[in-house]
């Protein structure tokens, strides 16, 4: 029997999509099997989610992660060297243990998810199996329906307009090799149409246009032109997805839109997302009122829940408990999960099942701050979580995750299903 026996671990820093350090872990089992993993970082991010460990000082702007490292190679080697790889939810109990705290700011959230996902990866490795057929534990597994971003704004575009991100999902793909085909000709269109209209800027953090408009709205409006341009029926073949970001508009029910100079409370946002929802085929959003406004949360949820998807991000933070009050409370009816967001691949999980157990949809998610580690495609598909956002159809991070979906889908052949349009709430 392979020795599962975990013999070394190693971490470094390595650099994200912006330039900023990060952390990569190696976990070397005794039989020779190694799993890596690389923490990502997110902009917009949620109070109760688990704290990276940055240095602080004027190194790379503070956001230096050579103590994070140093706890890698320090006190988490010596916990886990001698531990089993394939007691996972041990291994990581006994990791929040360590840290001993609330938001995994002593040992940094960084370290912690990038060496749990690696003893994840080495556990796979040492069963001979790619890391989505080792989770999914011999139970049929679905091809992710894909998020995508066509537009950034928000914290990952410089806050040029308010909304975070206009994304569009292929409802019309009958495979996930359909569904991003169908997004790049979107893709395309987009950046074509903003080309003819003088403003075509660049892209933002994730790699979709930077939305030089003159209102959030307008990006709607633009977006509507590049589905069909591309020759897709809006709604029919292409739905939008929208990620409000709410957080970072404001707090205690008061929200501050700086791209038209205006204030909303908690009703006046809900009022202005119904009537987008009322005038176009928005199938999604993400995080439309802030982490503080829960009972916001709960009058959008009644009142376009039966129409969309409501997803909780930083309103769930991937937290269990936090899905299953939600779900008792009538807020939201899906949840992004974002491993770092929880820290450990177990605590990712249980989040997921609380999504599931609740008859939510779940959504697996990458940060704006991301890296070539795929291990997100292979939770998504293992876990069967049925939808999948990493950014946009740019940028050699995000190109990494859906091109791996790809092999995935060709390796699987005959017996590869598309999760598909049935995923989302309102279109089941």
């Known amino acids: 029997m392979t020795d599962t026996t975990i013999a070394r671990m190693h971490g470094r820093r390595v650099w994200d999509s912006r330039g900023r350090p990060t952390v990569e872990v190696e976990v070397h089992l005794a039989s020779g099997f190694t799993g890596r993993a690389i923490a ?57 243990a360590l840290d001993g705290t609330p938001g995994k700011s002593r040992l940094g959230g960084n370290a912690m998810i990038a060496t749990s996902m690696a003893v994840l990866h080495a556990a796979a490795g040492a069963h001979g199996m ?46 996930f090799d359909d569904a991003v085909a169908m997004t790049a000709e979107v893709y395309r269109a987009a950046g074509e149409l903003m080309k003819e209209a003088g403003k075509l800027q660049g892209v933002a953090d994730e790699g979709g246009f930077w939305p030089a408009f003159a209102s959030n709205e307008e990006a709607l409006t633009m977006l509507m032109r590049a589905i069909e341009r591309a020759g897709y029926h809006p709604d029919e073949d292409i739905g939008i997805s929208l990620d409000v970001a709410a957080s970072e508009l404001g707090r205690n029910g008061r929200y501050r839109l700086g791209l038209e100079s205006r204030e909303l409370d908690s009703d006046d946002l809900c009022e202005l997302l119904l009537g987008w929802l009322a005038r176009y085929p928005i199938v999604s959003i993400e995080d439309p009122l802030a982490e503080d406004d829960a009972e916001g949360m709960k009058k959008f949820t009644a009142a376009a829940g039966s129409r969309a998807q409501i997803i909780g991000d930083d309103f769930l933070v991937t ?45 697996v998610s990458a940060r704006s701050g991301e890296t070539e580690d795929v291990t997100i495609v292979h939770l998504a598909v293992g876990w069967d979580a049925g939808q999948l956002k990493v950014g946009s159809f740019a940028r050699s991070e995000r190109m990494a995750k859906w091109n791996e979906v790809l092999r995935i889908e060709e390796a699987l052949g005959a017996n590869a299903v598309f999760a598909g349009r049935a995923v989302l709430p309102r279109l089941a």
């Open 130 to 175: 790619p890391l989505y057929a080792y989770l999914a534990q011999g139970k049929g597994v679905r091809l992710p329906l894909p998020e995508i971003q066509i537009f950034g704004g928000g914290a990952h575009a410089g806050r040029r307009v308010d909304i975070q991100d206009f994304m569009v999902m292929a409802l019309g793909a009958r495979s």
């Open 319 to 363: 937290n269990a408990v936090r899905v299953k009050n939600a779900a008792a409370a009538g807020a939201c009816n899906a949840v992004l999960i974002k491993p770092n967001q929880a820290g450990t691949v177990t605590e990712t999980k249980a989040a997921l099942d609380a999504g599931k157990r609740a008859g939510w949809g779940t959504i």
């Open 40 to 96: 990502p970082a997110g902009a917009s991010r949620g109070s109760n989610e688990a704290v990276d460990l940055r240095d602080g000082g004027t190194a790379f702007g503070g956001m230096g992660v050579s103590r994070a490292v140093a706890h890698v190679n320090g006190e988490i080697s010596r916990l886990l060297i001698g531990r089993n790889a394939l007691q996972q939810a041990a291994i990581d109990e006994e990791l929040i």
